[in-house]
T-cell receptor, first 111, second 115 residues
Framework: KQEVTQIPAALSVPEGENLVLNCSFT??????LQWFRQDPGKGLTSLLL?????REQTSGRLNASLDKSSGRSTLYIAASQPGDSATYLC??????????FGAGTTVTVRA | DTAVSQTPKYLVTQMGNDKSIKCEQN?????MYWYKQDSKKFLKIMFS???????INETVPNRFSPKSPDKAHLNLHINSLELGDSAVYFC??????????????FGPGTRLTVL
């Protein structure tokens, strides 16, 4: 059974600092890995999707890396802004279509 | 235009009641999902339908019954509600069930509180 762990559970940084969010998973036989953002009281928004054959994906200030063999992914957010405050969820997808989610990292960026 | 919509947004009800949550997507996707997010914030898959056919059915009490009248709708009916059913329920959709680049689009969630 796949277990997805996200560390740290919460993070508070001053504006402008770079953010590093970690995700680890126990079963490396994944189809892809996705990072989502969840704002309070709202649904999830997909940020980046990395296929199992890829090492990283970039979108604007966001960069996600994937090391499938060691079961790790890292989400980097450069030059953080208060609008980046949210919960970030990592999810791994299996060949049976299921997504397994981590519990998330709650980020607060202080102005 | 809302891509994935759910109704109601909030649902407060008594134990033992039967309730339904509706979900609609206007993205033309083939696959839809129901997730449950508990108080510890873990999101867990409950069901998935692809073109109105059930493809994922996790270990969920049979009091929960999904229904897909067409591929744009996936409703969730819950019988005999229990306190432990209190959670946020999210609907999601994806273009297909099998694509390596298919991301899932989520609705805003329905917060169910059972008293």
């Amino acid at each position: 059974k796949q277990e997805v762990t996200q560390i740290p559970a919460a993070l508070s940084v001053p504006e402008g600092e770079n953010l590093v969010l970690n995700c680890s998973f126990t079963d490396s036989a994944i189809y892809n890995l996705q990072w989502f953002r969840q704002d309070p009281g709202k649904g999830l928004t997909s940020l980046l999707l990395i296929q199992s054959s890829q090492r990283e994906q970039t979108s604007g200030r966001l960069n996600a890396s994937l090391d499938k063999s060691s079961g790790r992914s890292t989400l980097y957010i450069a030059a953080s802004q208060p609008g980046d405050s949210a919960t970030y969820l990592c999810a791994v997808r299996h060949s049976d279509y299921k997504l397994s989610f981590g519990a998330g990292t709650t980020v607060t960026v202080r102005a | 235009d809302t891509a994935v919509s759910q109704t109601p947004k909030y649902l407060v009800t008594q134990m033992g009641n039967d309730k339904s949550i509706k979900c609609e997507q206007n993205l033309g996707h083939d696959t839809m999902y129901w997730y449950k997010q508990d108080s510890k914030k873990f999101l867990k898959i409950m069901f998935s339908y692809n073109n109105k056919e059930l493809i994922i059915n996790e270990t969920v009490p049979n009091r929960f019954s999904p229904k897909s009248p067409d591929k744009a709708h996936l409703n969730l009916h819950i019988n005999s509600l229990e306190l432990g059913d209190s959670a946020v329920y999210f609907c999601a959709s994806s273009r297909t069930s099998g694509g390596a680049t298919d991301t899932q689009y989520f609705g805003p969630g329905t917060r169910l509180t059972v008293l």
